[in-house]
Protein backbone atom coordinates (compact mmCIF):
# COMPACT_ATOMS: atom_id res chain seq x y z
CA UNK A 1 0.00 0.00 0.00
CA UNK A 2 1.08 3.69 -0.82
CA UNK A 3 1.36 5.60 2.24
CA UNK A 4 3.46 8.69 0.80
CA UNK A 5 3.72 10.21 -2.86
CA UNK A 6 6.24 12.77 -3.39
CA UNK A 7 6.42 15.20 -6.62
CA UNK A 8 8.96 17.56 -8.23
CA UNK A 9 7.01 20.64 -9.98
CA UNK A 10 8.69 22.26 -12.79
CA UNK A 11 8.83 19.63 -15.68
CA UNK A 12 7.20 16.92 -13.63
CA UNK A 13 4.08 17.70 -11.64
CA UNK A 14 3.67 21.05 -14.11
CA UNK A 15 3.20 21.98 -17.51
CA UNK A 16 5.29 23.77 -19.94
CA UNK A 17 2.55 26.71 -18.92
CA UNK A 18 3.41 26.13 -14.75
CA UNK A 19 0.11 24.99 -14.34
CA UNK A 20 -1.48 21.65 -12.85
CA UNK A 21 -4.71 20.23 -14.17
CA UNK A 22 -7.46 20.89 -11.72
CA UNK A 23 -8.36 17.34 -11.35
CA UNK A 24 -5.79 17.63 -8.83
CA UNK A 25 -8.55 19.01 -6.48
CA UNK A 26 -10.59 15.34 -6.68
CA UNK A 27 -7.39 13.02 -6.54
CA UNK A 28 -6.25 15.21 -3.42
CA UNK A 29 -8.99 14.65 -1.52
CA UNK A 30 -9.01 11.02 -2.69
CA UNK A 31 -5.45 10.66 -1.24
CA UNK A 32 -6.32 11.99 1.81
CA UNK A 33 -9.78 9.39 2.40
CA UNK A 34 -7.14 6.42 1.72
CA UNK A 35 -4.60 8.30 4.04
CA UNK A 36 -1.41 9.28 1.57
CA UNK A 37 0.55 11.96 2.60
CA UNK A 38 1.04 14.25 -0.38
CA UNK A 39 4.73 15.78 -1.06
CA UNK A 40 5.90 18.50 -3.23
CA UNK A 41 9.71 17.90 -3.21
CA UNK A 42 11.39 21.11 -5.39
CA UNK A 43 14.29 23.56 -5.61
CA UNK A 44 11.40 26.39 -5.45
CA UNK A 45 11.44 28.57 -2.05
CA UNK A 46 9.20 27.35 0.36
CA UNK A 47 6.69 30.25 -0.01
CA UNK A 48 5.86 29.84 -3.29
CA UNK A 49 5.30 26.27 -3.05
CA UNK A 50 2.88 27.27 -0.28
CA UNK A 51 0.77 30.18 -1.79
CA UNK A 52 1.15 27.54 -5.34
CA UNK A 53 -1.73 24.97 -3.64
CA UNK A 54 -3.37 26.96 -1.34
CA UNK A 55 -6.01 26.45 0.03
CA UNK A 56 -4.95 22.93 0.40
CA UNK A 57 -1.94 23.48 1.60
CA UNK A 58 -2.22 23.22 5.63
CA UNK A 59 -3.22 19.50 4.38
CA UNK A 60 0.13 18.91 2.74
CA UNK A 61 4.10 18.16 3.15
CA UNK A 62 6.58 20.82 1.41
CA UNK A 63 10.31 19.52 0.66
CA UNK A 64 11.36 22.91 -0.29
CA UNK A 65 14.71 24.57 -1.80
CA UNK A 66 16.10 20.71 -2.46
CA UNK A 67 15.37 19.44 0.87
CA UNK A 68 16.68 22.02 2.80
CA UNK A 69 13.58 23.63 4.21
CA UNK A 70 10.61 20.79 5.21
CA UNK A 71 7.44 21.54 6.49
CA UNK A 72 4.25 20.38 7.54
CA UNK A 73 1.51 23.47 6.20
CA UNK A 74 3.05 26.27 7.78
CA UNK A 75 4.71 24.36 10.34
CA UNK A 76 8.51 23.90 9.74
CA UNK A 77 9.63 20.56 10.85
CA UNK A 78 13.71 21.05 9.47
CA UNK A 79 16.48 23.53 7.87
CA UNK A 80 19.61 22.79 7.02
CA UNK A 81 21.75 25.75 6.96
CA UNK A 82 24.76 26.69 4.99
CA UNK A 83 27.92 27.83 6.63
CA UNK A 84 28.96 31.51 6.74
CA UNK A 85 31.88 30.92 5.41
CA UNK A 86 30.94 28.69 2.85
CA UNK A 87 28.26 31.43 1.66
CA UNK A 88 31.17 33.94 1.37
CA UNK A 89 33.38 31.51 -0.42
CA UNK A 90 30.59 30.92 -3.50
CA UNK A 91 30.25 34.61 -3.09
CA UNK A 92 34.09 35.24 -3.94
CA UNK A 93 33.89 32.54 -6.68
CA UNK A 94 30.36 33.77 -8.81
CA UNK A 95 29.64 37.03 -7.99
CA UNK A 96 31.78 38.90 -10.35
CA UNK A 97 30.90 36.60 -12.87
CA UNK A 98 29.18 38.11 -15.54
CA UNK A 99 26.88 35.08 -16.85
CA UNK A 100 25.42 34.31 -13.97
CA UNK A 101 22.91 35.84 -11.32
CA UNK A 102 23.43 34.32 -7.81
CA UNK A 103 19.99 34.37 -5.79
CA UNK A 104 20.76 33.54 -2.40
CA UNK A 105 18.01 31.72 -0.73
CA UNK A 106 17.36 31.79 3.09
CA UNK A 107 14.33 31.17 5.41
CA UNK A 108 13.04 34.45 5.52
CA UNK A 109 13.11 35.15 1.99
CA UNK A 110 15.47 35.28 -1.53
CA UNK A 111 17.46 38.37 -2.37
CA UNK A 112 18.93 39.41 -5.41
CA UNK A 113 21.29 42.64 -5.83
CA UNK A 114 19.40 45.50 -7.31
CA UNK A 115 21.60 45.47 -10.52
CA UNK A 116 19.81 42.69 -11.56
CA UNK A 117 16.58 44.19 -11.27
CA UNK A 118 16.00 43.37 -15.29
CA UNK A 119 15.24 40.02 -14.10
CA UNK A 120 12.73 40.52 -11.60
CA UNK A 121 10.31 38.37 -13.85
CA UNK A 122 12.55 35.06 -13.87
CA UNK A 123 12.66 35.24 -10.17
CA UNK A 124 8.72 36.05 -9.43
CA UNK A 125 8.33 32.34 -11.30
CA UNK A 126 10.10 30.37 -8.23
CA UNK A 127 10.03 32.77 -5.69
CA UNK A 128 6.72 34.63 -3.96
CA UNK A 129 9.12 36.30 -0.93
CA UNK A 130 12.31 38.13 -2.30
CA UNK A 131 13.86 41.51 -1.77
CA UNK A 132 16.43 43.16 -4.26
CA UNK A 133 19.53 44.69 -1.91
CA UNK A 134 22.35 46.70 -2.46
CA UNK A 135 25.34 43.61 -1.40
CA UNK A 136 24.66 40.42 0.12
CA UNK A 137 26.61 41.90 2.92
CA UNK A 138 23.22 43.47 3.95
CA UNK A 139 21.25 40.12 4.28
CA UNK A 140 20.37 38.85 8.03
CA UNK A 141 19.25 35.82 7.53
CA UNK A 142 20.01 31.87 7.78
CA UNK A 143 21.14 30.68 4.15
CA UNK A 144 19.74 27.14 2.95
CA UNK A 145 20.55 27.41 -0.81
CA UNK A 146 22.27 29.61 -3.49
CA UNK A 147 20.57 29.29 -6.84
CA UNK A 148 22.90 30.45 -10.25
CA UNK A 149 21.03 31.50 -13.05
CA UNK A 150 22.51 31.18 -15.99
CA UNK A 151 21.48 33.65 -18.75
CA UNK A 152 22.98 31.06 -21.51
CA UNK A 153 21.15 28.64 -20.27
CA UNK A 154 23.89 26.07 -20.12
CA UNK A 155 23.71 25.15 -16.66
CA UNK A 156 26.12 22.15 -17.13
CA UNK A 157 28.88 23.92 -18.19
CA UNK A 158 28.63 26.35 -15.33
CA UNK A 159 28.39 22.77 -13.27
CA UNK A 160 31.66 22.09 -14.76
CA UNK A 161 33.13 25.15 -14.57
CA UNK A 162 32.70 25.53 -10.62
CA UNK A 163 32.43 21.60 -9.15
CA UNK A 164 35.69 21.47 -8.03
CA UNK A 165 36.37 24.75 -6.51
CA UNK A 166 34.50 24.02 -3.35
CA UNK A 167 35.01 22.05 -0.38
CA UNK A 168 33.18 18.63 -0.13
CA UNK A 169 30.67 19.78 2.40
CA UNK A 170 28.77 21.85 -0.46
CA UNK A 171 26.82 20.21 -3.15
CA UNK A 172 26.14 21.01 -6.38
CA UNK A 173 23.49 20.06 -8.94
CA UNK A 174 22.13 21.25 -12.16
CA UNK A 175 18.15 22.01 -11.96
CA UNK A 176 17.01 22.55 -15.68
CA UNK A 177 18.63 24.70 -18.02
CA UNK A 178 19.47 27.71 -16.68
CA UNK A 179 19.61 27.17 -13.12
CA UNK A 180 22.68 25.50 -10.69
CA UNK A 181 21.82 25.40 -7.29
CA UNK A 182 24.33 24.98 -4.36
CA UNK A 183 23.78 24.21 -0.89
CA UNK A 184 24.98 21.52 2.07
CA UNK A 185 26.09 17.99 0.89
CA UNK A 186 23.72 16.73 3.28
CA UNK A 187 20.80 18.67 2.11
CA UNK A 188 18.88 17.12 -0.80
CA UNK A 189 15.46 16.25 -1.74
CA UNK A 190 16.22 12.07 -1.26
CA UNK A 191 17.31 13.21 2.71
CA UNK A 192 14.28 15.25 2.57
CA UNK A 193 11.95 12.07 1.64
CA UNK A 194 13.72 10.10 4.52
CA UNK A 195 13.10 12.56 7.38
CA UNK A 196 9.41 12.10 6.57
CA UNK A 197 9.39 8.54 6.17
CA UNK A 198 11.58 8.48 9.35
CA UNK A 199 8.93 10.42 11.49
CA UNK A 200 5.70 9.24 10.44
CA UNK A 201 7.02 5.42 10.29
CA UNK A 202 6.70 4.58 6.42
CA UNK A 203 8.92 2.15 4.64
CA UNK A 204 10.18 3.46 1.21
CA UNK A 205 8.27 0.64 -0.31
CA UNK A 206 5.64 2.73 0.88
CA UNK A 207 6.22 5.41 -1.26
CA UNK A 208 6.66 6.77 -4.30
CA UNK A 209 8.12 9.74 -6.50
CA UNK A 210 8.32 11.23 -9.60
CA UNK A 211 11.30 13.91 -11.04
CA UNK A 212 12.67 15.15 -14.53
CA UNK A 213 16.23 16.63 -13.08
CA UNK A 214 19.42 15.52 -12.04
CA UNK A 215 17.91 17.10 -8.26
CA UNK A 216 15.44 14.78 -7.90
CA UNK A 217 18.17 11.72 -8.58
CA UNK A 218 18.36 10.67 -4.74
CA UNK A 219 14.27 11.33 -3.99
CA UNK A 220 13.90 8.25 -6.63
CA UNK A 221 16.59 6.32 -4.68
CA UNK A 222 14.29 6.85 -1.51
CA UNK A 223 11.57 4.97 -2.43
CA UNK A 224 10.39 1.71 -4.15
CA UNK A 225 8.58 4.01 -7.44
CA UNK A 226 10.51 6.14 -8.65
CA UNK A 227 9.22 7.65 -11.71
CA UNK A 228 10.79 9.60 -14.05
CA UNK A 229 9.21 11.52 -16.65
CA UNK A 230 9.49 11.44 -20.63
CA UNK A 231 10.54 14.44 -20.19
CA UNK A 232 13.33 13.86 -18.01
CA UNK A 233 17.41 14.39 -18.37
CA UNK A 234 18.72 10.01 -19.14
CA UNK A 235 20.71 9.66 -16.07
CA UNK A 236 17.50 10.11 -14.23
CA UNK A 237 15.47 7.84 -16.47
CA UNK A 238 17.89 4.89 -15.58
CA UNK A 239 17.28 4.87 -12.04
CA UNK A 240 14.02 4.90 -12.31
CA UNK A 241 11.71 2.19 -11.55
CA UNK A 242 9.60 3.51 -14.52
CA UNK A 243 9.56 6.26 -17.05
CA UNK A 244 6.14 7.75 -17.30
CA UNK A 245 4.32 10.16 -20.01
CA UNK A 246 5.63 13.46 -20.17
CA UNK A 247 4.76 16.62 -17.83
CA UNK A 248 2.56 17.97 -20.80
CA UNK A 249 0.78 14.87 -21.02
CA UNK A 250 -0.23 14.64 -17.15
CA UNK A 251 2.00 11.70 -16.44
CA UNK A 252 1.70 12.32 -12.51
CA UNK A 253 -1.52 12.31 -12.17
CA UNK A 254 -2.28 9.47 -14.62
CA UNK A 255 0.04 7.56 -12.34
CA UNK A 256 -1.20 8.64 -8.90
CA UNK A 257 -4.92 7.80 -10.49
CA UNK A 258 -3.81 4.33 -10.55
CA UNK A 259 -2.03 4.17 -7.60
CA UNK A 260 -5.93 5.71 -5.66
CA UNK A 261 -7.54 2.87 -7.87
CA UNK A 262 -5.49 -0.36 -7.57
CA UNK A 263 -3.32 0.75 -3.90
CA UNK A 264 -3.55 -2.70 -2.80
CA UNK A 265 -1.26 -4.08 -5.76
CA UNK A 266 1.59 -1.38 -4.21
Same mark, same amino acid.
Given at each position: ????????????????????????????????????????????????????????????????????????????????? !? #???????? =?? /???? @? +?? $?????????????????????????????????????????????????????????????? !? #???????? =?? /???? @? +?? $???????????????????????????????????????????????????????????????????????????????????????
Amino acid at each position: MIKLIATDMDGTFLNSDKQFDKEFLDIFYEMKKQDIKFVVASGNQYYRLYQKFIPLSEQMYFVAENGGYIAQGATELYSNI !I #KPEHVALV =RN /VLEN @N +ER $VVLIVCGKKGAYVLKEHFHLRNEVKKYYCNYSFVNSFDDVNDDIIKIAVFDYQQKANEIFDQ !I #KNKFPEEL =RI /VTSG @N +EW $VDIQNKDAHKGLGIQFLQMIYDIDRSECMAFGDQMNDYEMLQQVKYGYAMENAVDMLKDIAYEVIQSNDEQGVLLKIKDVLENNEKY
